[in-house]
């Protein structure tokens, strides 16, 4: 099976812009997890989603969303970049994603100028 | 919410020392999850503890779950270079479907 797959790998924008980021989840799962990453702050849940459904949200502003299609595939979008966006976006999937293990991607680095 | 703490932040050992890294919770652990990181790229998922008193191992690394000190501890026996990485440990919220992760512990092996 193939594992999850983040699209792009390095993305680099400039303040006040947008984005958005792509996850491919591991063929047959269905819930779909996204996470932040930075030195300071660790890593932090932004939400998850499950059969096109957000089924829960982390403590972030409203500029961070999600979406996920039918075939489980997921965006995220951030709105408005500020510099304390850059971070490295993992997203991770899982059959039903209730205490299962997630698998990772690659990660999204982002850079904010 | 939960939290995770993990013990040390930063570890150096010589090459074939053993080594542990713990991870506290405030509350309650109904399961345990430890991943390692390269940098900057996705966790690699090394074992999952779900019972109190439960220890697992893989090659050279173990994990054990002690519920009643709510704290899992992860030991690694004569370190090679190919366990340097960041490893964390992440658990289950009670009710919601996500993962919480401790901060993590930067492991550095020297030849």
């Known amino acids: 099976k193939a594992g999850v797959t983040q699209t792009p790998r390095y993305l680099i924008k400039t303040r006040g812009q947008q984005v958005t980021l792509s996850c491919s989840p591991i063929?047959?799962?269905?819930?779909v997890s996204w996470y932040q990453q930075t030195p300071g702050q660790g890593l932090q849940f932004l939400f998850e989603?499950?059969?096109?459904?957000?089924?829960n949200k982390g403590n972030f502003p409203g500029r961070f969303s999600g979406r996920q299609f039918s075939n489980s595939r997921s965006e995220m979008n951030v709105s408005t970049l500020e510099l304390g966006d850059s971070a490295l976006y993992l997203c991770?999937?899982?059959?039903?994603?209730?205490?299962?293990?997630?698998?990772f991607g690659s990660g999204t680095q982002l850079s904010v100028l | 919410s939960q939290e995770l703490e993990q013990s040390p932040q930063s570890l150096i050992v010589q090459e074939g020392k053993n080594l542990t890294i713990n991870c506290t919770s405030s509350?309650?652990?109904?399961?345990l999850y430890w991943y390692k990181q390269k940098y900057g790229e996705g966790l690699i998922f090394l074992m999952m503890?779900?019972?109190?008193?439960e220890e697992k191992s893989h090659e050279k690394i173990t994990a054990k779950l002690d519920e009643k000190k709510q704290q899992s501890s992860l030991h690694i026996t004569a370190s090679q270079p190919s366990h340097a990485g960041i490893y964390l440990c992440?658990?289950?919220?009670?009710?919601?479907?996500?993962?919480?992760f401790g901060q993590g512990t930067r492991l550095t092996i020297n030849p």
């Open positions: 509350k309650t652990l109904y399961g």
């Open positions: 989603y499950f059969s096109e459904t957000q089924r």
């Open positions: 063929s047959g799962h269905r819930s």
């Open positions: 503890l779900q019972k109190g008193g």
């Open positions: 992440g658990a289950p919220m009670v009710g919601a479907q996500k993962l919480v």
């Open positions: 991770a999937s899982s059959g039903s994603g209730y205490r299962e293990k997630l698998f």
